[in-house]
């Protein structure tokens, strides 16, 4: 998404991906056709033969980005990158031995050349690639050529001039064919030896039609394959992930903002398998005001930050100084005791030296996460710390900082939650003046033990959560990222574990509630309605479970250290959306 424009931003088209740094090309879904591409390589190696692979994906299916990824790819691995990667080197799940081994890529790749034929930057494309081949030696040439059907790639082959190639094509497709696919034999038998072509085209009846030419004349040359798109799931995957590493606004955030009828629309273009240009599309007019449904937006993940040992003042001049707005929860004179929530921007204004990525990346998170914030200070902390008894002050302060807030919670609910920050602070007051001493030294021990005083509180806070062995453990959806506490609720509905977006989740409707379905449905929106999930369940595909804690504690004035330590949170969080 622009500064300028609220449009997401996307790759349009395959071509436009080199304007797209932070684009994340997913390779899994094309395994089935890297069978089919080995075995043809490993053949004409074997052989020093000639093949022909003729591939279909209809518009929008990703065949421009399947060849340049590979062309991307190949080149990376010239230049030394042959250790074996499998998960994102489409040039090595293509040559790779059955048992992958750096030495027999390294092999295939040195002895092999990749041309991706660009009919845009010269005419003259096929000449050139005669007049190259007859100096090579390599053992494979590896031409690639999308778009296939087009004029452009056509007609070099027929040798033809404009004129002819127009007359030709007048007479009806069939005669063009059948004079490619004789120039095609004749090139594959003669000059062309030792090459795997692979041809791309949208237009799969045209490539039977060529298949059938080719095989009158070579049996065995040509084979027809249908680029493999992603299944439901993996396709809104890699949709989300990359509206996620493109945009300042979430994945999330886009289909919250839709009403019901339009996230129907954006399951089911993903549901149909439509392609990556067609989702992200559909996905991108969510965001359209015809699109936008009423009301307040959704709850999103919450992210609670706790800072012991920190004066309430400190954290007011910290949002103050950069201007993040927070609804406060505190009690009316705090002293010991302080909570904040921002569900504004808070991530992209609380580090203040960041560059346009980090500003966009931290916008984006801000759009998913809210912050909220919740101070201790030394007498609060020496109490959270302690050996848990019933009732202690400890336990209501864990419940306050377990606490998940709704955009919804009553304001009377939110007034008892005052009264019960301003009774914790006058039991803290006694707590303090009973435990001088022991407040004085856990303030000392903390100051001694710098970055290490965590070796202090986080055996302590295990304990009074209650928690035995998973205290900084992963989040189910990605391990890399493993807050100190994951707040679970039991429910319903059930929080605390970071779930994916995902409207392809959500199961259909039945078909009680089919039958019911209005009877004044257009045949567009009638259409698939038997596979389409109730507004309910997509509701609960979109609701946003995640609630983790992370405790820290900085005793230097103005709370100096805790800016570049919430710049690697954001980074970190920011990860997870932009690989999940």
Known sequence: MTDLYD???FPARAEYLDQYENYQVDIAHWKELAEQFKKAFRQVYARRSAAVLLVHGPQGSGKSMFSTRLSQDYERTKRGESKPDLRNNLWHLLVATDSPDEQAIENATRHAVFKLVDEHKTQNWLEELRGFVKSDDSRVRVIVCDDMHKDSMLRPWTEMSPKEFYEARQAGPDAVLAHLAERLNDACRHDFQRTLFVMLSNDRAWLDKLHG???RWYEGLSIVLALPVPKPPTLE???????NRLN??????CLDAAHAKQRQKVRKVLMEGSGFTSSFYAVSQSLDAQSRRQGRPGNPNTLTLVTLGSEFAEVETFLNDREIEAEPG????PRHLGVWEVRGPWASKVVRQRDRDFLRRARMLESEFMLRWVSLDMAATYALLQPPTPGDPGEGLMQFI???????TPTETREAWRLECTTL???LDTLLHTSTEEVEKLTEDFKRLGQRRSTVYEPAIRVRAGLTSNFGRGFAAYKSLKPDLIAMDAGPPKYGEYTVCALTSAPPEDAEDLAGAPTSA???DAEGLADAPTSASLKDALRRTGHSVEFTAFLRENLDGLESYLRDKIERYTAMLESV
């Open 7 to 9: 449009e997401l931003e």
């Open 213 to 215: 030419h080719l095989e």
């Open 237 to 243: 995957r890699i949709v989300r992930i990359n509206t």
């Open 248 to 253: 300042r606004v979430s994945y999330w955030y």
């Open 330 to 333: 505190y009690a009316d004179t």
């Open 402 to 408: 377990l606490r998940r807030p709704s955009i919804a």
């Open 425 to 427: 602070d006058t039991r």
């Open 522 to 524: 257009s045949p567009e």
